[in-house]
């Protein structure tokens, strides 16, 4: 069941004080909350990584640096739900319901109508832009989260989208089995895989939210064939440091999710206390990559203000070049040098 903010709710957790419990009724006001029962029983202490993803801070007012859309995702829609900025890919928002109210989300500010579902019309729409778009062959179930919809809603959109011939993969972005993992069920499972080549992206942020619960739900739909990749957000407190994000690259692979993204958080109104430098994502990265298999890796990525886009960073390791001779930078920080292939005769 999921708790919706309440004071009674809320006085079942002994965490909160009577003047925390004032605190969230203000924000709440202006940002709702929702958390399930399961993700509230990961919370161990007060202001722990589980703790700052769902319980509503006073810092959501009091820090007002932000756009509410950023990334200007509205002015790149062609038909309502439908994002395409890239040339070959889309998102497809189909819900702009959760299972929880992710304190730092980057769509914070779609509150307002935070249960709509795409409508049958809204569908059609967009699988008549896919259609007369051939150069888009992978579309990305978005929202919200997609897996909130009722099954069968959800499989009608999966199958409208199937039947348009170029479109060769479809993925779906979800917190579900991290958030309320037993939602996946046999028979979601069984749904989804009639459709392969499908993809699900999850978020996982923290290794307190890996339990046998979670494992479980991304068993499952491992089982089913469906190839998991997770996308984290980089979150001061919950996961800006080389130790927690190692610990949970570690456990994703151990669960069969493939480290994707490492996002670095938008310039989202009301969620500057997660914020935290470009420099800790590359530290973080630098920490990973070569000391732990490539695999393990997710790539460090910020999506630019103003529709410019994903770009990926990477720890710089040319560290000199010159006439062709590379020196580069190992994981150990040692040195080594590399001569560029060179044609023997140089056209001129
Ligand atoms: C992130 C995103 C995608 C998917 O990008 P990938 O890098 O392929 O995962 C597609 N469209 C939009 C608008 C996006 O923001
Ligand atoms: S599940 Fe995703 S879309 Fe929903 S609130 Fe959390 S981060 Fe935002």
Redesign the pocket.
């Known amino acids: 069941m999921n708790t919706m903010c309440s004071q009674t709710a809320l006085d079942d957790i002994p965490l909160f004080t009577a003047k925390q419990r004032e605190a969230i009724t203000r924000v709440t006001r202006k940002y709702p909350m929702r958390v399930t029962d399961y993700y509230l029983g990961l919370i161990r202490e007060p202001g722990d990584a589980i703790y700052r993803q769902c319980i509503p801070s006073e810092e959501e007012l009091t820090n007002a640096s932000g756009q509410p859309d950023p990334?200007k995702?509205d002015a790149?829609s062609p038909v309502p739900r439908l994002?395409h900025?890239?040339p070959d890919?889309?998102?497809l928002m189909a819900t702009n319901n959760c299972a929880m109210y992710c304190r730092f989300c980057t769509r914070k500010r779609n509150i307002g109508d935070r249960t709509t579902a795409i409508t049958a019309e809204e569908l059609a729409n967009a699988v008549e832009y896919l259609s007369d778009h051939e150069e888009v062959c992978?579309v990305?179930i978005s929202g919200g989260d997609p897996l909130t919809l009722p099954q069968k809603k959800l499989e009608k959109i999966i199958k409208s989208v199937r039947t348009i011939p170029h479109i060769d993969i479809i993925r779906i972005g979800t917190r579900i089995p991290c958030i309320d993992p037993k939602q996946v069920t046999e028979e979601l499972c069984s749904m989804l895989k009639k459709y392969h080549p499908l993809y699900i992206n999850v978020q996982f942020n923290n290794p307190a939210e890996i339990t046998p619960q979670s494992q479980q739900a991304c068993t499952m739909l491992a089982d089913a064939g469906i190839q998991l990749g997770n996308q984290s957000v980089l979150l001061r407190g919950v996961n800006d440091s080389p130790e927690v994000m190692k610990e949970l690259v570690r456990k994703l692979l151990a669960m069969r999710v493939k480290p994707y993204?490492l996002f670095i958080p938008d310039m989202v109104k009301g969620t500057g206390h997660f914020r935290t430098s470009l420099e800790t994502g590359l530290e973080i990265i630098d920490a990973i990559q070569g000391r732990m298999s490539g695999m393990a890796t997710p790539q460090l990525v910020i999506?630019l203000e103003n529709g410019g886009?994903?770009v990926a960073l990477s720890p710089d390791h040319i560290i000199d070049k010159q006439d062709g001779k590379y020196t580069f930078r190992n994981f150990e920080n040692k040195k080594y040098e590399y001569i560029d292939f060179q044609p023997c005769e140089k056209r001129s």
């Open positions: 990334l995702e790149h994002h900025r890239y890919r889309v998102l992978d990305l993204y999506d886009g994903k």
